[in-house]
């Protein structure tokens, strides 16, 4: 009786393991795997060697001379799309837009699966509607929110000439400024700069940014790391910034309630989101909560803030690196805005060697240079392979961006490649259907009228 045990456990182990290691019929190509753990310690191990997950990837689809490669990345099945025409159908393809749910994705929203960014199907689409009407009834991308900005750029001046022209690093000042703009959107009225409450979030958005950058992907491929070593391993350091920002965004969603009419549900995104909450109060089945909307307040800050003034910051770097570019971008200023005029949207088509720049300071710069993740709604195909139900998949920007065959002399930052100089004049920006910052189609990104 005890052989035959051991011979069904053994059975079972065996079969287990080659379902284990066994790859999906027509799957991506890729390095082998190993049981409960796939290529975690292998992609992280190269990681660490090569300077970052996406270099690893860039060498894996080298390597297997493939644009798709498919990892298992712990239990999850896991593929990338590194050319134009895969990330292309990615972000265009249905079956590419949902989000995956595991555990990783649960922790970012603290426990729960809500907000806009992490969600998806009908939940998704109800709330993306609601913050993208009601983020433009606000005023983004239009006259108010161009009004704030400036407003942010008077003061951004004001810092500037009380350092009597010292040395200064524009990230300092800038990330402030980000900040406020979009607390006055999403709140009403703007944080005074010296208010330590403006400091304190921009603090802990940062370092909950880094800790996720440090932890995400081992406790997504890993969770149950977080009963074995949960301090190692930044599971407890992500609970505490969650909690910390759930403190910070509370009083602010409060006060809104308590203060909260009918006349008011025009002035921001938290009175317009009380009345839907009001008007659904009778409704059992309504997703419109007070953590909902916390969740939505936080991914308008990661979507908007850390990439414009990441951005900026880089902008002015290069000006500062190439005097050449600073003063042909100082001429054409000076040419098109009166003295001490402010730029505004209306004047872009004006300045279209400033905006080729910009647009190449994206391209150059690999703020993120994967992103996602997706999910997969169904069996599907992707640049030739089939991917199962649920398949986790990672777009390649960076590789799009730095594509030598499509744009040349990609490693040299040239604005020059975004203008058309027909009859000695530089009037449209060619190329932009290659720039996938903010991505493309319904799921493209929150911060998309945010950025220059």
């Avoid at 606000?138 to 003061?155: D, F, K, T």
């Avoid at 300092?172 to 944080?191: A, D, E």
Wanted: charged content about 25%; glycine content about 8%; aromatic content about 10%.
């Amino acid at each position: 009786m005890l052989t035959i045990l051991l011979g069904t456990v053994v059975v079972l182990f065996c079969a287990y393991l080659i379902n284990e290691l066994r790859r999906p019929a027509n799957y991506p190509p890729g390095p082998p795997w190993l049981p409960v753990v796939g290529n975690t310690p292998y992609i992280r191990r190269l990681a660490r060697q090569y300077g970052g997950q996406h270099k690893v990837f860039e060498l894996l689809g080298k390597s297997y001379r493939s644009d798709v490669i498919g990892l298992k990345l712990g239990r999850e099945y896991v593929v990338v799309a590194l050319n134009y025409s895969a990330v292309s159908e990615v972000h265009r393809n249905e079956v590419f837009a949902g989000r995956p749910d595991n555990f990783f994705i649960r922790l970012r929203t603290m426990g729960t699966r809500l907000g806009v960014t992490c969600t998806d199907g009908p939940f998704w689409v109800e709330h993306r509607s609601f913050v993208t009407r009601h983020l433009r009834q606000a005023g983004y991308g239009r006259q108010p929110m161009q009004v704030q900005i400036q407003n942010e750029l008077n003061e951004l001046v004001d810092v500037i000439r009380e350092r009597r022209e010292q040395p200064i690093w524009p990230g300092s000042i800038l990330s402030t400024s980000v900040i406020n703009v979009l607390w006055t959107f999403v709140t009403g009225k703007r944080i005074p700069r010296e208010d330590d409450r403006l400091q304190r979030l921009l603090t802990l958005l940062q370092d909950r940014s880094r800790a996720f950058d440090m932890s995400g992907g081992v406790l997504s491929q890993l969770p149950w790391l977080r009963f074995i070593a949960p301090e190692r391993c930044g599971y407890n350091l992500l609970r505490r910034f969650n909690k910390q920002l759930i403190e910070f965004f509370t009083p602010t969603i409060e006060e809104h309630h308590r203060n909260f009419g009918e006349d008011r549900a025009g002035d921001d995104l938290i009175y317009a989101y009380i009345k839907e909450m009001r008007d659904r109060k009778d409704d059992p089945e309504t997703t419109f909560t007070d953590l909902q909307l916390t969740m939505i307040i936080l991914d308008i800050f990661i979507a908007g803030g850390h990439t414009t003034s990441t951005t900026l910051d880089l902008a002015f770097m290069m000006m500062r690196v190439r005097p050449d570019i600073q003063a042909r971008i100082r001429e054409e200023i000076d040419a098109t805005l009166q003295t001490d005029e402010l730029p505004q949207q209306t004047d872009r088509t004006q300045l279209p060697y400033t905006d080729a720049f910009l647009l190449e300071v994206q391209r150059y710069f690999h703020i993120v240079p994967v992103s996602g993740p997706r999910r997969t709604l169904a069996d599907c195909s992707l640049g030739g392979y089939r991917i199962p139900k649920n398949t986790t998949v990672l777009i390649g920007l960076k590789t799009v961006h730095m594509d030598p065959e499509y744009w040349g002399d990609p490693e040299v930052f040239r604005p020059e490649r975004f203008l058309v100089d027909a009859t000695g004049e530089a009037k449209t920006h060619p190329h932009t259907d290659r720039l996938m910052f903010f991505g493309i189609g319904k799921r493209r990104c929150l911060g998309e009228t945010k950025m220059p």
